[in-house]
């Protein structure tokens, strides 16, 4: 007997032109992942009737929707898909800014040493999740919602999909984090999430959704310091705006992307002492629209 292996997963992607709906004869490309857990989702529809011997009779399945997170460590090309769908909007000449216009994509996971494909269609990034920690890869989680996810099939869309860029992974050491006063070199980690609120829209009559809903942009994060001076637990105090700015790099150079949040508030300045080591601050912050630039988040590839 053959069971499926984690390292014979194939998953591979398309952009969606109308939501829910994969191109004909789809040219897919291989997405590189750390895991997954994208799956079909249905709620649970209970009798609510009583019985005398309180037993229920009947249990059915009720609205469906394909959701799932995809964790991946950070490199050039392979994720611009996701990044554009993260944001509402594409690159233009390597700049990628918040927009308005809702991406969806067709995922294909495949358990090639079983021929058995799953196609979910109609995927957009709710959530997306980034963090930078010492001695470690740059590591992000993107929180999937789609549309419908149809039965398994013994052939995949494409026998031959476009293969992965073959990029390195983005690293702690080959990057720069820095403000609008300079460079931060004593942060010992960063932290960032980015949430669009994507969720299904169920009407009476059908268990999968027409569309997929969304709410406002939200962007918070964490930077957590050396305990050296006052100068971001005085941000704090005063409530003074700053900018962020990270390069994200591999270490034999190549494209880098510098993940840009032009204005950003810092909402905390914890320097607890939890024992006998290094004392940290811990800043939470916000990310806001700037007037200059137009945007909450910018992300440029070099």
């Known amino acids: 007997m053959t069971a499926a292996q984690g390292t ?23 997405v590189p992942f750390v895991t997954h857990s994208l799956r079909l989702d249905k709620d649970q529809v209970e009798e609510q009737t009583l ?70 269609r109609g995927v957009s990034v709710s959530q997306a999740r980034f963090s930078i920690q010492p001695n470690s890869n740059i590591n992000a989680t993107f929180t999937l919602i789609g549309l419908t996810t149809a039965a398994n099939a013994s052939t995949p869309l494409d026998a031959t999909p ?15 984090l820095s403000d609008s006063v300079g460079g931060l070199a ?29 709410g406002k942009s939200i962007v918070s994060g964490t930077l957590t310091f050396l305990y050296q001076d006052e100068t971001f637990i005085n941000r704090f105090v005063n409530e003074e705006e700053t900018s962020l700015s990270i390069v994200m790099a591999g270490p034999s150079g190549g494209t880098s992307y510098t993940l840009f949040l032009p204005r950003i508030k810092i909402n905390g300045a914890a320097t607890e002492v939890s024992g006998p080591a290094t004392r940290l601050i811990q800043a939470p912050f916000v990310a806001l629209r700037d007037s200059t630039a137009a945007t909450q988040v910018r992300i440029t590839k070099a």
Do not use: K, W
């Not at 918040?98 to 294909?108: M, P, Y």
């Not at 293969?163 to 702690?172: H, V």
């Open 162 to 176: 476009t293969a992965a860029s073959g990029s390195e992974p983005f690293d702690s050491f080959s990057g720069t």
């Open 8 to 30: 014979r997963t194939q998953l591979t992607q398309i952009a969606e032109v109308t939501a829910g709906t994969t191109p004909a004869t789809p040219e897919m490309i291989e």
């Open 186 to 214: 004593t942060v010992t980690s960063f932290d960032i999430t980015i949430n669009n609120g994507v969720s299904p829209v169920f009407v009476v009559g059908s268990p999968t959704a027409p569309c997929l809903e969304y």
């Open 51 to 120: 019985y005398a011997d309180r037993l229920p009779r009947n249990d059915r399945h009720g609205n469906r929707r394909t959701l799932g997170d995809i964790s991946v460590e950070m490199r050039a090309d392979d994720y611009d898909f996701l990044l554009e769908s993260m944001l509402f909007n594409v690159f233009a000449t390597g700049v990628l800014n918040n927009g308005v216009t809702q991406r969806f994509f067709t995922l294909e996971d495949g358990a090639t040493d079983i021929s058995e494909y799953r196609v979910h």
